[in-house]
């Protein structure tokens, strides 16, 4: 992709979520007010208790098997609304945009991950059956309830901003080396050639911050549909 299209992507969603913000569909940190609300809630939970027993500390590799199924979403929902765009012969409100550009901004979250981590043999097995799993069910649940899928998406994101603050304050306390920030990081995010391993933690935590805010949206507006 050019970078006049990423800077086009970029603003197209730095706008879109400003939008969102300013007409009070994004929320931060959504209270469940609904049974299905619950439901999305209790799941990402549930998913976060084996993440943690897992992984225990280690968040360079959490984030790089988490990211794998985080690009997921974003792309079925882009596919989704695109085809439905097409049967209704109706403008999607620029939500296949911002979907598309979630998922790439995720893909570019494992690749830079993994020349941090470097995933094991096994870790690249449990990738595959995750992401193949995940796929499949999330595709069902976006067609039979677009809405939840959404909101499901932005508990996930949630969760990923306070895993992100445990690898800031690992960081911080030196558990976790500070190491170079990868090429492809400073390139992406335009850091500073001398950036930091913390330095791109952060930038992944904004970026998530987005995501939830989006989907948060989504979900309510859907909701209120």
């Not at 997921?72 to 999607?92: I, K, Y």
């Not at 799993?133 to 595709?139: D, I, K």
């Not at 309830?145 to 960081?171: C, F, P, Q």
Request: proline share 3%; charged share 25%.
């Amino acid at each position: 992709m050019s970078d006049y299209c990423q800077k086009a992507d970029a603003d197209f969603l730095k706008k879109y979520t400003y939008n969102m913000i300013k007409n009070k569909t994004a929320a931060p940190y959504h209270e469940p007010n609904s049974v299905s609300d619950r439901i999305a809630l209790a799941i990402v939970k549930f998913m976060r208790v084996f993440a943690d027993a897992f992984f225990s500390g280690r968040y360079g590799h959490r984030a790089v098997v988490l990211e794998t199924i985080a690009a997921v979403p974003g792309m079925v929902g882009g596919a989704l609304q695109h085809l439905r765009s097409l049967r209704r012969m109706e403008n999607d409100d620029g939500w296949i945009n911002v979907l598309l550009d979630e998922a790439e901004n995720e893909r570019m979250h494992l690749l830079t991950f993994v020349q941090i981590a470097k995933p094991s043999l096994f870790e690249r097995l449990l990738v595959i059956i995750a992401q193949g799993v995940f796929y499949n069910l999330y595709f069902i649940l976006y067609i039979f309830s677009s809405k939840v899928a959404h909101r499901i998406v932005g508990y996930l994101e949630e969760e990923a901003i306070y895993s992100y603050g445990e690898y800031l304050a690992e960081i911080d306390a030196g558990k976790c080396e500070n190491v170079p920030a990868p090429g492809i990081a400073i390139k992406y995010w335009d850091l500073p050639k001398e950036a930091r391993l913390r330095d791109v933690v952060v930038v992944v935590r904004e970026d998530e911050a987005k995501h939830r805010d989006v989907n948060h949206g989504f979900a309510n507006q859907l909701e209120n549909a």
